[in-house]
Nanobody, 121 residues
Framework: QVQLVESGGGLVQPGESQRLSCAAS????????MRWYRQAPGKERELVAA???????TYADAVKGRFIISRDNAKNTVYLKMNSLKHEDTAVYYC???????????????WGQGTQVTVSS
């Protein structure tokens, strides 16, 4: 069993910053790529950022230069630092983590419960 717990969402004003966290726990042997997705009302879920086990990062064009994804392997945690937030960043943010639970298991992806980020003045 693996659990992902997200934290850090809430209401912020345009231009402000916010940091999301997603901590994995349970039967974890290794963690591969960690990702953040978001889903705005009436829209499909989209990939925001990803970070590999080696630390390589990729970003959606809409957040490039404003958001920073990072990970703390000792804590099995991925972060998303969001700067210069805009109204259009309002969405439910989900973490997605590829985890291998050890021999006899296949690596699989797990999802966090989602955290609401609302950017409004």
């Amino acid at each position: 069993q693996v659990q992902l717990v997200e934290s850090g969402g809430g209401l912020v004003q345009p231009g402000e910053s916010q940091r999301l966290s997603c901590a994995a726990s349970g039967d974890i042997f290794s963690i591969n790529t960690m990702r953040w997705y978001r889903q705005a009302p009436g829209k499909e879920r989209e990939l925001v950022a990803a970070i590999t086990s080696g630390g390589s990062t990729t970003y959606a064009d809409a957040v490039k230069g404003r958001f920073i994804i990072s990970r703390d392997n000792a804590k099995n945690t991925v972060y998303l630092k969001m700067n210069s937030l805009k109204h259009e960043d309002t969405a439910v943010y989900y973490c997605n983590v590829n985890i291998w639970s050890g021999f006899g298991y296949s690596a699989r992806e797990y999802w966090g419960q989602g955290t609401q980020v609302t950017v409004s003045s």
